[in-house]
Structure formats: structure tokens, C-alpha cells
């Protein structure tokens, strides 16, 4: 850890104090308060409070550490919920960046990124498999992936850790759950418009009812947008519209439909994928002249043949029932489907023909995507003696299909589609495109799983889960450039999955836990060249911490430590005169382990603050190439911290209905090859919000990295390196009726 990390880490550790502190100071100068506790309206029993309005900053409960509507404090991983209101003081547009303050997280790592959400959670990447939507999984391979507007969502669940034991196949590091907005039984009548400083507009509206008898309860969100964006060249639109119902004839019973469908329509902007040397650092020519470095906002591709277009949608359901005997049944389903179509001349690194130009890969791909999800519980209590049996137990089934052609231009030494990045001039022929993967892939899985929470002696909590997936893939390989009649292929794959957590909860709110758990993720992916299966990834974690939950405040704290192994991983293959197409490799073995600090505080109902502290050791400790063995994985940093506080000032004076909030978030320095010769430095961002409601309208201002820095949040590879956000402006106007 260099001197950089190490004043981070104390900065950090003062902000911590400081919170802690305020809560000690604000426990002396007021009287014990009695425990209130806020739900959802209209969300009853059924879903026990776990998918409402959160209050403030500080969550109770969550539905994705155990399935069922669970304090906290009583799921043995780490778990950090962002709610509606943390969201809207952020200003965040998309959902990576409203996990910018989340301990554990790392977001955006290839910048702004307008199409993807970009999500790492313990060091591993968490946007292919470890998304969820309404604890249904989001799965994404290549480019056949889910879109999900953050406007459209009432809170986002992060649980950190593997979770194969309730949800099969998933990111080892953790997973994000993106809970909808639903029909909440009462009246929802809301508008909102903003614009940034690059002119890009957007309307979005929220609008709910419920019928005369209260047996049901509807509602509509949606959202356009479109403009400018800060890359030249970059512009476009973009729109969803998610409608919602729910039928609830008696306080047992409920039933709720959920649709969506959204549709992109743009260009690519600039800012990432670009070489080291030019983002980093300043880049020298061969004959020793500095060129400097490449502007943010150059955009790199041809804005006459430049395309995205996505078009997805779905419509699921979820329902439950409860009997007299106090057993729960639930089972919820989804069906959704996408079309991606994309065109794109990416870069390349510097050209070998003319160093002063870039060179870019001629790219394209057309991608459709289907699945069906569905989940079956039963749930319900069982005493046993002194013990209390929560038990749970379901099936689930999950299929993926993705019918994929990508072709790119070949590498040819004559001509590598250069361009000037400090003087572009656009419209140069390209490399024409070739078909180098031309795949029909479906992926099948079946799970059965169980848990039980014993609870006894008074604040015993044991938490046992057992899993068994079986998962059938198949590729159907169609001719491409490398091979007229590639082989086809597919694999069946069966492995157990186990969590153990130990916990004890004190009357003074401070709960230990400690945890142990495996897990099972097979891949989808295939072998670029020979069209075969990659083998599923599996390994295991240890987790202890202490969770808090003051009896004085309306606050919760998590430290958490992990030693976390993945095995059979995925990585980027190195380019070859054979295979000159991006491909993966598995490489062996990856270990994270570190210590995770977060505090989440509603200080007073107008005064929130949250706080974060992540520090990592990230190893390879197999590789099929020796030296890299004890190599730290690039892209990730170790180290992230964070506070943010918002203020709302009440009185008779002018000033009633002000509110003011700044957060200041800390990125460690990483590295941008496997070999760790090339360093990406720290960087301090400082973000503000000033903000006015009034009655039933209000008005917010956000600044994001309000000095301006010029950084790069990571690279993947020396030759792609991404700039984070500059400082934006963002102004929104809202109201009620």
C-alpha cells in the first residue's frame, strides 16, 4: 500500500470517527426515541416492507440475502440498500452511478458509459451475471444484455459475496438487485424534467391510482430523454415505459403483473477503450515527440456509420399467498427479449504505420436475446423445542438464449483505419467486416435450494442453505471466417452449493455474524477459435463483521472482512496472428479478500449521511503464465472511499425547504496491464447538490466532480484506458399533484 492509499485510508478513518461521533453527541443531547417503523404503503404483510419506500438513507429490511423479506442485520453477508430519496440527491441518471458511494463497489469503470451499467463488487465484474431485477437475474453475455432505467426503480440491493446457494449461477463477488416501482395502493401523481449542461433533455413521469373497492392498485412510469452528450458527435434518444398492477383481494393474497419495454436509439461517444499512453500519460512518439494527451471528449469512431440501437422488453409476474397455517407460497415468473444492433470503429492502440494516428477496428454485431425466468417458494415457521425454524425451499428455472453474429475488420499491416486523435478528420474507407462469430447459444438451469434460520437463546441466529443446480448449454456454431462447418457443441453441468452463517443479536443493536459459503457459476461463453465451452467457475468465501443498528438513531453500520477464491476465470486473450479478434482465456485462480466499512445515518429526518470504506488485496494465484502469479488483476482498484451528507433547512424564514449535500469520493490507484508495470493514479472527486422544494414542487442542482479533474477510471489492458466523468451540471424540476 503506498503513502497515496495510506492517507486515504485515514482520511477516510476520520470521517467514520466523525460520523460515529455525531451520533454519540446527538445520543447525548436527546432523550431515547422509540422505534419507528416505516413501510411501504399499501405493501401490508405480504411483502413485509422489504420492496417500499426506503426511509431516508437507512433500510431494514431486504428480499435478496435470503429470498424473504429479512432484517439486515440477520443475513450473514454484508448488504448495502440505496433507496429512492439517496438516489434522487445524488442526481444519479443511471443506476452505476447511483452506487458510486456504496461500500464494496466499484462503478463506471469505463466512464459514462451510456448503454451498460457498469458494476464490479469485490473485485469482480458483476454486469454479465450478477444483476438481478426484482430477484430475477438480468443475465447478459457479450453484447446480449438488459438495459434497466434508474428512474424506473424504488431502491437498489447490493449483497455482497457469492450467492449461488439462492440464486444459482451468479457473480462470485455479490449481486445487484434493481427493485421496480409498483403499485403502492395509494394515489402517485408526479413529474420530472431535467437537462445537464451538454443539452440533453429528459421528461419522466410516475402515475398510480388504486380502484374504489382497494382491491387493486395500478401505476405507469416512464421516461424520454435525448440531445447532446459530452463526447462529439454523440447524440441520440431514449425512452422506456414500465405500466404495473396489482390485484389484492384480501390481506393473504396478492398478485402483481410487471411489464417494461425500452428503446435506445444513438451513437458512440468517446472517452474510452483509448491507449495508456495518451490518457495516463503523455504519449512520445518513437522519434521522441510528445504528442500529450488525447481530449475526453474526441470520439474516435465515424459519425456517418456509427449505430446503436436496442429495442427490449418484458412482462413478468409475481405473486403470493399466505394461509391460515401462517405458510407462505410464492411464485414469480418473467419473460423478456431484446434486439441489440450496433456498429462502431473502436480503437486500437497507436497505429504501426504512422505513430501519430490511432489505429481502430472496424466493428459490428447483431445480437437477439431471449429469456424466461421462474422461481417457486414456500415459506413458513416450525417450532422445534426452544428453536425457532424459519424454513424456505423452492425451485427455480432459468433459460438464455442469444442468437449472436459479430464481425470486425481483419488486421491488416498495410491499413489499420487510422485517424489523427487531435486533428480527426472523418469519412477514410474502413477495412470491410468479416464474420468471426456466428453462434446460437442457449443456456438452461434448474435449482433446487433450501434454507433455515434457527433462532434461539434469546439472539442466536443460525443460518443454513443447501443448493443443487443442474445447467445444460449448448452452441450451435454456424460458418464464420475461421471455419466453414465448425462444430457444434454442449455440456451438462451439476454441482452443490452451501452457505453456513452464525450470528447473535445483542439488545443494544451490535450483531456479529460470520459466514461461509461456495459457489457454482458455469459459463456460457465459448473458445473464440475452437467454438468449445469454457469450463463453470466455482470457489468459496469467509466472511466475518458486526452490524449495528443504535437504539438512540435511526442508523446502521457494517464492517465486514472476506477472503474470497475464484477459480477457472475469465480474462482477456491476448491478440495473436491466428486470432486477432477479441477472445477470452481461462486463466486459473483470483483471490480477494479485504475489509468493508459503512455507515448509513438519518441524522434527523432532514439530515442524512453515509459513509464508506473499501480496501482490497486482489491476487492471481494461478496462471498458466508463472509471472503473473501474485499479480494484482488491472482495471480494479484496492481501495475506495467515500462520505456524502444532505441537508434540509426548516424554519419560518425563506429558507424552508433549502437543502444542500456534497459528497467527497476517493478512487485508488490500479493498475492497466497484468504484469503491473503501468500504474493508473488515485484520484478525490468532489460532488454537490443544492436543492428547493416547496409544497408540491421543488427544484435540484447537481454538480459532479465539480473541480473538473481529468482522470482515467481504469483500463482493461494497455490499450484500454477510459477518462471518468468530467464536471457536469445537472438541473431538475418536480412536482406533485
Known sequence: MNISDLRSLLACGVATIALMGVTKAFAQETTNLQEVVVEGEGQGTIAGGAVGPVNGVVARKTLTGAKAATDITEIPQSVSVIGREEIDDQGAQKADEALRYTAGVFAQPFGPDSDTNWIFIRGFQATATGVYLDGLQTFSQSFGGFFVDAFGLESIEVLKGPASVLYGGSNPGGLVNYVSKRPSFGRERYVETGVNDAGNVYLGFDIGDVTSNQAASWRVVGRVAGGDTYSDYQDGWRGFISPSITWQPDEQTRLTILANYTHIDE????????????????????????????????????????????????????????????????????????????????????????????????????????????????EGKVETGTIENTLLAGLDYKRYNIDQVQSSGLFDPTYDNPIDPFDPVYGTPLTPRVSYLNQDLTQQQIGLYAQDQLRFGGGWLVTLNGRYDWVKTEADNRPNFYNADPADFDDTQGQFSGRAGLAYGFENGVTPYFSASTFFNPLIETNAVTGELFEPEEGEQYEVGVKYT????????????????????????????????????????VRSRGVELEGKVNITEDWKVTAALTAYELKVTKDANPALVGKQPFLVPEVMASIWTDYTFRGDAWYDGVSVGGGVRYLGSSFADKENTLKVPDVTLLDLKLGYTKDNWGMDFNVTNVFDKEYVSGCQGVNVCSYGEGRSFKLKAHATW
Open 267 to 378: 451513437n458512440h461517444g468517446g472517452g474510452s477503450f483509448l491507449p495508456y499512453f495518451g490518457t495516463v500519460t503523455d504519449y512520445f512518439t518513437p522519434g521522441g515527440v510528445n504528442l500529450g494527451r488525447i481530449d475526453a471528449d474526441f470520439n474516435y469512431s465515424e459519425p456517418s456509420i456509427d449505430l446503436y440501437d436496442r429495442q427490449q422488453g418484458s412482462i413478468g409476474y409475481e405473486f403470493e399467498h399466505t394461509f391460515d397455517s401462517e405458510w407462505t407460497v410464492r411464485s414469480n415468473a418473467r419473460f423478456a427479449g431484446a434486439d441489440i444492433q450496433e456498429v462502431a470503429v473502436y480503437p486500437n492502440g497507436w497505429s504501426f504505420l504512422d505513430p501519430t494516428n490511432l489505429a481502430r477496428i472496424n466493428f459490428g454485431h447483431d445480437t437477439q436475446v431471449t429469456t424466461f425466468l421462474m422461481d417457486n417458494q414456500i
Open 550 to 589: 443504535p437504539t438512540f438513531i435511526d442508523g446502521l453500520f457494517t464492517l465486514s472482512v472476506f477472503d474470497l477464491t475464484r477459480r477457472n476465470v475469465l480474462t482477456a486473450a491476448a491478440p495473436t496472428p491466428d486470432n486477432p479478434f477479441p477472445s477470452n482465456e481461462q486463466t486459473g485462480e
